[in-house]
């Protein structure tokens, strides 16, 4: 196990290093200079002399690989530049903003997983009954929904039709109701799929037979063992599912205005303001490796075994 | 006399039932291409004719779906938007599968440094969420549907090649691969005469599952105005458009989403038609 | 007869589709072990998956009773069925990976199967019964986890479950077929253990015609979904009736570097629901024109005290 996490660990030191380096190269894949376009963003006249200066003070005339060191360097002191727009540090945005995007994100999960374990475990346990074929097609119809449809949809529902719940989501429990469930929704379609076929293929395993002709109670067996079993998989199903919920919450919040992380890259990348896109991307991957990292070392403590069962 | 009643559990998939399911999709996935393509033909309207005498008219009559705040057809833009999500998908996915099972291939059959080097890449690129890339690289191009479709297809080519390379790695060191060395066939005759047939199927069939998950990220770039640029039919970009007259124009809304959903719902079916069909086929039938 | 256990009348089952047994009857006292021998297909397994006959094992009982302790155990509901399995019959599987789930420990789930017999869960009982076969440092093993134990091991300790749960009747499906010879040997020790210990009446499934020998009292020999002979031990294994049985004891391979002689030909698949004698195909007697096949080529025939066959040839 720790000869496991070392390994980990060492691989995380790499696809960290990586992500930066990927990160720094998305500036300049942007069409024009980061000089003029920063200069454009803070609504200044395009001088040529402002614009050499704030070159050299950008660093801009130095070579590729120092210029990458030294943004290094900063990212890892948590300097992640300073906004074009309001000169704000970017690092400073992107906290306020997770004040408002992890709470949405947990409550989308939350609720996609207090819909999805139950509905999942229950139609793989009564396969091909009524219950099994009804949370199906609600299973494939989540599943070809986009999310944003989703949110249109609930906005004419609740709000125009009905005016129940606000559109603009301000930040109160009632504003965090929509863009949750739009986050949920697409969500369950794919968790309560992928749990079934998780919970199916634990009930089809030898030992379950063992189980039974033992006379083992039906409900140890679903919950001591198979849950048990399949809890494995469906934390790493869970782990990958937050990726998308992040590309999720950019869509959703833009639509919902809540000031999360999302609709700050969605007003950045209006104003071309670029740090705060690649300081957006920059969080969300480590995040996201971070996640998957201890998906998997959780994987190995339920699931210790290597080469055993075939 | 006392019953025997007892119902026998439902076998595995059956062949026949697999294949009925992959026949009525792909008839279904035919129908919807055949759509978009005589889509120019079939459109009662013209598509992108903003007309101020019609403006937000209801369904009925000349305008099936009603019309939009500008007075164009929604039913004739939903066609139209038929074709740009349809072949967006199906060429991001063609192209992605074919480059990562290349690029995969490669990597399995030679090994060695550059297989090191790209598999560390696909590493690094699986690290970020794809639609969180996806929006980044779209939004720092600039939006249009050729730079959404390169932002998308950064990360999805790795897929494949994971998959490839796997199989690649294992069907190396078969017996007849090492025969047909022996006899001094060419290492390229090899992977593409021999492996790629034989790795083919699962890859066509995740390639197929594929469809569906990408119209809905190329709509959902679209949606955010990071692809299809308006007045350009896409129903992403029409469902956004027409949101702020939801109140107005429902149809406007309502029409694009059931033609989404309803096709996304028939790709996705497929895929999964695909998939079991290899699944089947590999239990030795 | 007080001390009859089990007693099985013209048993026919199916998986839904053919059958594959049918009109098996015999009948089992207290306290015997019992060994069915028979090729690979031949539906001994079905046997003893109908007698166990919990839902999951998917057999259709499509004709006759089987009469377990004076009750007629086919009328059972599911539920009755699940409340008798382990407790009163006791199954031991063919499959080593069938036996306990991978992920937990013994001692999870002993307790577990204890308690879903609203039995105690008593450490000190294990541990005797580990001593009793062979297995050192209970402490130890009820701890860790079926990945991390030998296949031996685990068909022990799957056979130390069952006695502790202490079925009068115990159903072993080729127990030792997944092992090594001397661990088979010692696993076949243990069940006689159990036996004589727990006085617990045993049914034994095997395609191994040198099991019987060593432990059985009573011998079944099964054809094609067909119980052909049926009795003591030393009768049909030195004296077999019906020409399947002495095909099959022929075939049994010696040190001795004499090829066994071999039966040629397949059963026919569907021989549980055939009308004439489903081995007429390949019987030596019926190959040499001296067919003794009757109306009745499936009643089971009294050759001498305590042993039947359905056919046999009087010297």
Known sequence: ?310 | MKSFKRKTKAKKLSYKAVKIRLIIFSALVAALIVISIIAPIIEPNDPYATSSANMRQGPGGQFPFGTDSLGRCVFSRVLAGAFTSIFSSIFLVGVSFAAGTIIGMFCGYYGGIVDTVIMRITDALLAFPQMVLAIAVAGVLGGNLTNALIAIGITSWTLYARLARGQTYSMKNETFIAALKLSGVSNMRIMFRHILPNIFRPLIATACTQIGTTMIYISGLSFLGLGVIPPAAEWGSMINEARGYFQLTPWAVIGPSIAMLITILIFNFFGDAVRDMTEVRGNGR | ?315
């Open chain 3, 1 to 315: 007869m007080a001390d009859e256990i089990l007693r099985v009348e013209d048993l026919s089952v199916s998986y839904g589709k053919g059958n594959m047994i049918s009109g098996v009857n015999f009948t089992v006292t207290k306290g015997e072990i019992v060994c069915f021998l028979g090729e690979s297909g031949c539906g001994k397994s079905t046997l003893l998956k109908a007698i166990m006959n919990i839902p999951e094992l998917e057999t259709v009982i499509t004709k006759g009773k089987i009469i377990f302790e004076g009750k007629d155990i086919t009328s059972y509901s599911d539920k009755e069925i699940r409340s008798m399995a382990g407790k009163n019959i006791g199954m031991v599987l063919q499959h080593l990976g069938g036996a306990f789930n991978p992920l937990r420990t013994f001692e999870a789930q002993f307790k577990e199967a204890l308690y879903s017999h609203d039995m105690e869960y008593d450490f000190e009982k294990v541990k005797e019964t580990f001593a009793q076969l062979n297995l050192p440092d209970a402490e130890r093993i009820i701890k860790s986890r079926p990945y991390e134990m030998s296949g031996g091991m685990i068909q022990r300790i799957a056979i130390a479950m069952t006695m502790i749960l202490g079925p009068e009747l115990l159903l072993c499906d080729e127990p030792t077929s997944a092992l090594d010879v001397t661990t088979q040997k010692m696993a076949m020790e243990q069940l006689m253990n159990i036996r004589e210990l727990l006085n617990t009446t045993i049914l034994l499934v095997t395609h191994n015609p040198g099991i019987p020998s060593m432990m059985a009292d009573k011998v079944g020999v099964m054809y094609a979904g067909h119980l052909v002979e049926y009795g003591k031990t030393h009768q049909v294994l030195h004296s077999p009736a019906h020409p399947y049985t002495k095909a099959l004891i022929g075939a049994i391979p010696t040190f001795d570097f004499k090829l066994p002689k071999g039966l040629e030909g397949q059963p026919p698949l569907n021989g549980a629901d055939m009308e004439k004698c489903a081995f007429s195909e390949r019987c030596p007697i019926c190959k040499e024109g001296h067919c003794i096949c009757g109306n009745n080529p499936y009643t089971l025939k009294e050759v001498c005290k305590d042993h039947c066959a359905t056919c046999f040839k009087r010297d």
């Open chain 1, 1 to 310: 196990m720790g000869k496991f996490i070392g390994k980990r660990l060492l691989q995380l030191v790499f696809v960290l290093f990586a992500v930066s380096f990927m990160t720094f190269a998305l500036m300049y894949i942007a069409p024009g200079d980061p000089a003029e376009r920063k200069l454009t963003a803070q609504g200044e006249a395009i001088d040529p002399e402002v614009l050499e200066a704030e070159r050299e003070k950008m660093g801009l005339n130095q070579p590729f690989v120092v210029r990458y060191f030294s943004w290094l360097g900063g990212v890892c002191t948590g300097n992640l530049g300073n906004s074009y727009v309001d000169n704000r540090p970017v690092i400073t945005k992107l906290a306020e903003g997770m004040t408002y995007t992890v709470p949405l994100a947990l409550s989308a999960l939350a609720v996609a997983l207090a819909i999805s374990l139950p509905l999942g475990i229950l139609s793989a346990v009564y396969r091909n009954s009524v219950l099994d074929v009804i949370v199906q097609i609600f299973s494939f119809i989540g599943n070809a929904l986009p999310n944003f449809l989703i949110a249109v949809l609930l906005i004419f529902f609740f709000c125009i039709q009905n005016s129940v719940l606000p559109v603009i989501a301000n930040n109160s429990f009632i504003g965090l109701i929509l863009p949750t469930l739009s986050l949920a929704i697409p969500m369950c379609g794919r968790f309560i799929k992928q749990f079934r076929g998780e919970v199916i293929e634990q009930l089809e395993k030898t030992y379950i037979t063992g189980l039974r002709v033992r006379g083992v109670k039906e409900k140890k067996i679903i919950f001591g063992n198979v849950l048990h079993n399949s809890s494995a998989a469906i934390i790493t199903i869970t782990g990958l599912a937050i990726g998308t919920l992040m590309g999720g919450s950019v869509v959703i919040e833009s639509i919902f205005r809540w000031p999360g992380v999302g609709k700050l890259v969605m007003d950045a990348i209006t104003a071309r303001d670029y740090p705060v896109i690649q300081g957006f991307v920059l969080v969300m991957a480590v995040i996201y490796v971070l996640i998957n990292l201890a998906t998997d070392i959780l994987y190995r403590v339920i699931d210790p075994r290597i080469d055993y069962e075939k």
